[in-house]
């Protein structure tokens, strides 16, 4: 994207740049939200984003991120506490809306955006659960499981099994995370069914996505990737369908949020042999 105006006067849409993103983690941090400027970096270079400057100061965020042809997903929007009321949420969802025209969307709401995006046409249609902690003991990895770290040849089957749950294609977005996360592999028979990466992010390491057949894989695959991270700060983001929230609780990562899941569109639709649990982190999906 280009840096041309949207629209015209101090509080004209732009596009988020690079040189945006030590301001834009200032306005993070004054949410209280745990991304790094590595975080803004790594979300900045997969997707497409918009800005709001007023006297010369970044005081709005928004960005969105496309999965093939079909489908984005929105996050990272953000207005100033010193901008709110001036229409700046709303001119930035236009902006981002026509740059994504066509798409079918979905994005995590706040309880404060909620209803400009139900004015938008966004519609709930689900929720996610937020566990997080220092993790005090590493959780119990079920042996029965077979677990193992993912190799280079495994790479095309990771993204066969991410589109048949995620229901989109996100070939980018796994060749970034592959690029920086420790990845493992559920394998049975000789086919990879179930995969799980944790990465460096926020205030620790967040893990996710983690895509399994069932919740027996699927705690697997995170106990595997917690155990290295045991005494350090360890977040998830789960879809509440998956069930595995209470399990999350047991092992030391408590709830701490839940928030809902809305779509402009028909929502993305998973494959029945495989299941998302847990997100990339809630921006990226």
């Given at each position: 994207?280009?840096?041309?105006?949207?629209?015209?006067?101090?509080?004209?849409?732009?596009?988020?740049?690079?040189?945006?993103?030590?301001?834009?983690?200032?306005?993070?941090?004054?949410?209280?939200?745990?991304?790094?400027?590595?975080?803004?970096?790594?979300?900045?270079?997969?997707?497409?984003?918009?800005?709001?400057?007023?006297?010369?100061?970044?005081?709005?965020?928004?960005?969105?991120?496309?999965?093939?042809?079909?489908?984005?997903?929105?996050?990272?929007?953000?207005?100033?506490?010193?901008?709110?009321?001036?229409?700046?949420?709303?001119?930035?969802?236009?902006?981002?809306?026509?740059?994504?025209?066509?798409?079918?969307?979905?994005?995590?709401?706040?309880?404060?955006?909620?209803?400009?995006?139900?004015?938008?046409?966004?519609?709930?249609?689900?929720?996610?659960?937020?566990?997080?902690?220092?993790?005090?003991?590493?959780?119990?990895?079920?042996?029965?499981?077979?677990?193992?770290?993912?190799?280079?040849?495994?790479?095309?089957?990771?993204?066969?099994?991410?589109?048949?749950?995620?229901?989109?294609?996100?070939?980018?977005?796994?060749?970034?995370?592959?690029?920086?996360?420790?990845?493992?592999?559920?394998?049975?028979?000789?086919?990879?069914?179930?995969?799980?990466?944790?990465?460096?992010?926020?205030?620790?390491?967040?893990?996710?996505?983690?895509?399994?057949?069932?919740?027996?894989d699927a705690r697997a695959i995170v106990a595997t990737l917690a155990?290295?991270?045991?005494?350090?700060?360890?977040?998830?983001?789960?879809?509440?369908?998956?069930?595995?929230?209470?399990?999350?609780?047991?092992?030391?990562?408590?709830?701490?949020?839940?928030?809902?899941?809305?779509?402009?569109?028909?929502?993305?639709?998973?494959?029945?042999?495989?299941?998302?649990?847990?997100?990339?982190?809630?921006?990226?999906?």
């Open positions: 994207m280009s840096g041309t105006m949207v629209e015209s006067g101090s509080s004209g849409v732009i596009a988020l740049t690079p040189d945006h993103l030590e301001q834009a983690h200032g306005l993070s941090q004054a949410l209280v939200w745990p991304y790094r400027v590595e975080d803004w970096k790594f979300a900045h270079d997969l997707g497409r984003g918009f800005a709001v400057e007023a006297e010369g100061k970044l005081v709005g965020t928004a960005l969105w991120w496309p999965y093939g042809e079909t489908f984005g997903t929105i996050g990272m929007i953000i207005v100033s506490s010193n901008a709110q009321r001036q229409g700046i949420g709303g001119r930035l969802m236009a902006a981002l809306l026509a740059d994504a025209a066509g798409r079918r969307l979905t994005l995590i709401s706040t309880k404060e955006g909620a209803p400009l995006y139900t004015r938008l046409g966004f519609k709930p249609f689900g929720f996610i659960t937020q566990h997080q902690a220092v993790l005090a003991k590493a959780p119990a990895i079920d042996a029965a499981v077979p677990v193992r770290a993912a190799l280079a040849d495994d790479r095309s089957a990771i993204e066969a099994l991410d589109e048949r749950a995620a229901g989109m294609d996100r070939r980018r977005l796994l060749a970034a995370l592959m690029g920086i996360a420790d990845t493992v592999v559920v394998e049975r028979e000789g086919e990879v069914v179930g995969y799980g990466c944790v990465r460096r992010w926020g205030r620790g390491v967040v893990i996710g996505p983690v895509i399994a057949r069932d919740q027996t155990a290295a991270h045991e005494g350090g700060f360890v977040r998830i983001d789960v879809t509440e369908a998956c069930g595995l929230a209470s399990w999350l609780v047991e092992i030391g990562l408590p709830q701490v949020d839940r928030a809902v899941v809305m779509a402009l569109g028909e929502p993305p639709q998973g494959m029945p042999d495989a299941t998302l649990f847990a997100l990339s982190n809630q921006s990226l999906g």
